[in-house]
């Protein structure tokens, strides 16, 4: 059984890495996409899966553990079944980005970089989602989610599951 | 009204779908530009005052001579997709709303250019945009516009980034396509000389290339004419913060930033006054409310002492505090700063701490100085722009707005 401790993609997922890395002239154009793989696939990059996937790239446990630690997108503990990251930056700050915060952190009962102790929802601060026109506004899982309130924000929580 | 180019078919609810581009007039560039000669298509270019639109401004058509002519080298083209300058969100419309014209428009500089094969970076938050562009190029292979046989002998890579500020820089973000963290390198050697994998590469915006149709289809003249001297063409507003109507508007660039706000934007809301203003996204100097009698193209907003930048304009009102702004602002740039170069790894970080410390009211007197003095050392100093960026805002909300400052401090309680 393959997880993050024994990481092992299937032979179709090996496939789409191999596939991957044929669409660059280096095949190592391709660490950054395989590892979105990755993740989805095990849940998060551990030091484990830093060594698997290396190994499929000829690339030193170092090498990919430089790049994992330099994008804010790999995420290298358990994560929420969800991930609410609310956006910080001026434009959301000017339009009440603090509130939204605030909201979130008394709803979910979590401080910002934390999961729910029922592992639903994992709290993050980001920087620019480059969505200013919605602001405030934050990204819940794949979605941006703007305008938003305090009613707004509850009305998204109670859809996630 | 002035004539729409990138928004025309932005109200369609079917406007990414090739069957829509196709029906105003898509695809015919690039059939016009496979007879004409690589330099002609980018005289034509050079002519129409097409300025690079993600952020520094260069003339699109000069970067692409730099291409070293008749190479045996493979070339790539690289499209700068990596959104990311705060207040800017003009890309992703592009990407969602009309994303043939990007595909067209890397074909046409494909040919220009002699390259085969082209990657669009598109940041890792960009999840829609990705999958709606993808789609789309997904559709121009069926089609028969992509690949090999197609006549074009062009293939197109989706590339997601994966949550990085600094990959927006072309080259951090090369570094992050070749498989590693988006450290800048130096240059020289230009991307043109040595870029992706080492071989020669143009990095182009979004919206840049987007434009290219339109100026081979209609000619350079009349992009040029719609522009300024130096800068033709029109270009997509980002426009957010204390306005009634924010959103993206596009306008030909010799608007002023006065009637961007009130004319196209509604004003500001609330009944209460405008502040401040950011012309071109974060890293742009701001502007006090009575220095917005200023045309929003490249040069004049150099000569008014701040820059274009990503054209995304934020407007504050008077209920803002330009400390706490600058506190937001200072975080980001010590949030992204790669920390490649010492000046820019060290001084964000500190002048963070110093605006964080001046907004919680334990500023010290002589903080407001320290932050001048260690922005200006540190002002070209560094591997990327990121750094000369970051001074922009640090420098002119303290000069501009010192007084204010000031009182914050002086009604704290810092040693």
């Known amino acids: ?161 | 009204m002035t004539e729409k180019i990138f928004t025309r078919n932005f109200h369609r609810a079917d406007s990414h779908t090739l069957s829509v581009y196709r029906e105003t007039g898509g695809y015919t560039a690039v059939a016009k530009a496979l007879s004409m000669k690589p330099a002609t298509i980018i005289e034509e270019v050079k002519k129409s005052n097409l300025r690079g639109l993600g952020g520094a401004g260069f003339p699109a058509g000069v970067k692409w001579s730099f291409i070293p002519e008749g190479s045996p080298a493979p070339k790539y083209l690289v499209v700068n997709a990596d959104e990311g300058e705060p207040g800017t969100f003009k890309d992703r419309y592009l990407l969602e709303r009309d994303p043939h014209a990007v595909i067209e428009g890397m074909l046409i500089a494909a040919r220009a250019i002699d390259s085969r094969l082209g990657f669009v970076y598109i940041r890792g938050e960009y999840v829609q945009p990705w999958r709606i562009f993808s789609a789309a190029v997904r559709e121009a292979y069926d089609a028969g516009l992509l690949g090999k046989g197609s006549g074009f002998d062009f293939d197109i890579v989706v590339h997601r980034g994966a949550g990085a500020y600094i990959c927006g820089e072309e080259t951090g973000l090369l570094s992050s396509l070749e498989g590693k963290k988006g450290w800048p390198k130096i240059k020289p050697p230009f991307p043109a000389i040595k870029g992706a994998f080492g071989q020669p590469t143009i990095v182009n915006n979004v919206e840049t290339l987007a434009a290219v149709p339109h100026i081979i289809n209609r000619g350079a003249l009349w992009f040029s004419g719609l522009g300024t001297k130096t800068q033709g063409g029109t270009r997509l507003y980002s426009v957010s913060g204390h306005v009634v109507s924010p959103g993206v508007v596009e306008a030909p660039v010799s608007i002023t930033l006065r009637s961007l706000i009130y004319d196209e934007c509604g004003g500001i809301p609330n009944g209460r006054r405008l502040k401040a203003v950011v012309p071109g996204g974060s890293s742009a100097a701001i502007l006090t409310a009575d220095e917005i009698d200023v045309a929003m193209d490249v040069d004049g907003l150099k000569d008014a002492g701040t820059m274009a930048g990503s054209a995304g304009v934020i407007v504050m009102d008077d209920t803002v505090s330009i400390p706490e702004a600058l506190m937001v602002v200072a975080r980001f740039y010590a949030h992204e700063s790669c920390g490649q170069c010492t000046p820019c790894r060290e001084s964000t970080g500190w002048i963070y701490k110093i605006a964080h410390r001046i907004v919680e009211g334990k500023g010290r007197k002589e903080d407001l100085d320290t932050i001048l003095d260690v922005a200006k050392r540190g002002a070209g100093t560094t591997i990327c722009a990121f750094y000369d960026g970051a001074v922009g805002p640090y420098i002119s909300y303290v000069e501009k707005f010192r007084e204010e400052f000031e009182a914050l401090i002086r009604s704290g309680n810092g040693a």
Not at chain 1, 10 to 29: F, H
Not at chain 1, 46 to 65: C, I, K
Not at chain 1, 70 to 95: E, I, M
């Open chain 1, 1 to 161: 059984m393959s997880d993050v401790r024994n990481p092992a993609f299937t032979p179709l997922q090996l496939a789409e890495v191999r596939r991957l890395q044929a669409l660059y002239p280096d095949p190592r154009g391709a660490l950054l996409p395989v590892l979105h793989l990755a993740q989805e696939t095990f849940g998060y990059i551990s030091l484990e899966v830093e060594q698997y996937v290396g190994a499929l790239f000829d690339l030193t446990p170092a090498h990919v553990h430089e790049v994992v630690t330099f994008y804010t997108l790999y995420f290298r503990a358990p994560k929420g079944r969800h991930v609410v990251s609310v956006c910080h930056n001026l434009s959301c700050h000017l339009l009440g980005a603090k509130t939204v915060i605030e909201h979130l952190t008394q709803r979910l009962g979590v401080e910002v970089g934390a999961t729910t102790a029922d592992g639903r929802v994992t709290l993050l601060t980001v920087e620019c989602l480059c969505a200013c026109e919605q602001a405030p506004m934050m990204q819940v899982d794949d979605r941006y989610e703007g305008h938003l309130t305090p009613e707004k924000v509850d009305r998204i929580l109670e859809g996630l599951r």
